[in-house]
T-cell receptor, first 121, second 107 residues
Framework: QVQLVESGGGVVQPGRSLRLSCAAS????????MHWVRQAPGKGLEWVAL????????DYADSVKGRFTISRDNSKKKLYLQMNSLRAEDTAVYYC????WGSGYYYFDDWGQGTLVTVSS | IVLTQSPGTLSLSPGERATLSCRAS???????LAWYQQKPGQAPRLLIY???SRATGIPDRFSGSGSGTDFTLTISRLEPEDFAVYYC?????????FGQGTKVDIK
């Protein structure tokens, strides 16, 4: 079965950087687009970024554009999110989510359990 | 596209019918609308895609309907495990957006 396991969360000071990882198993990782979705404490869901199956297409929410970078390593079956210039409002649980297809333009049919990022001085 | 869900909270008893609404600020073409269920401390789970297609393993008491700007998730008879928060999401345009959620709690 599909398994997505996030890691790399923690407490970080404003302005610093953090890199999240998502290890995938149970499906052919290299044929599916992947996303990061976040949820601030007690709040709703916010899509953050997508990457197509081969990494050729990336898209970002305006709230993170220019600060976050999504990438993937299909040989390792891993998804990444490099987060720079972190702000207090980036505090959230970050989920990696699998797209239904390879382009990244569909819904999320599997989710990881999430990793908490807290931005605080 | 802004999605507005109503009501914010729905208080019902097990066995009752739940009707959740999701209204879009502009038409969701191709009915690219999904519904997710989230329980406390858990990741969201896909229930419905394409406005009305149930995801794998989802019981048939869950059904989706609607088109254009108005969509509905119906739970025909609430089971104890159905008390949760439900989100709609459109994937017809970028950025993909979610509604603010409807909490279904026990009356």
């Amino acid at each position: 079965q599909v398994q997505l396991v996030e890691s790399g969360g923690g407490v970080v000071q404003p302005g610093r950087s953090l890199r999240l990882s998502c290890a995938a198993s149970g499906f052919t990782f290299s044929t599916y687009a992947m996303h990061w979705v976040r949820q601030a404490p007690g709040k709703g869901l916010e899509w953050v970024a997508l990457i197509s199956y081969d990494g050729s297409n990336k898209d970002y929410a305006d709230s993170v554009k220019g600060r976050f970078t999504i990438s993937r390593d299909n040989s390792k079956k891993k998804l990444y999110l490099q987060m720079n210039s972190l702000r207090a409002e980036d505090t959230a649980v970050y989920y990696c989510a699998k797209d239904r297809w390879g382009s990244g333009y569909y819904y999320f049919d599997d989710w990881g359990q999430g990793t908490l990022v807290t931005v605080s001085s | 596209i802004v999605l507005t869900q109503s009501p914010g909270t729905l208080s019902l008893s097990p066995g009752e019918r739940a009707t959740l609404s999701c209204r879009a600020s502009q038409s969701v073409s191709s009915n690219y609308l999904a519904w997710y269920q989230q329980k406390p401390g858990q990741a969201p789970r896909l229930l419905i895609y394409g406005a009305s297609s149930r995801a794998t393993g989802i019981p048939d008491r869950f059904s989706g309907s609607g088109s254009g700007t108005d969509f509905t998730l119906t739970i025909s008879r609430l089971e104890p495990e159905d008390f949760a928060v439900y989100y709609c999401q459109q994937y017809t345009s970028s950025p993909k957006t979610f509604g603010q959620g409807t909490k279904v709690d026990i009356k």
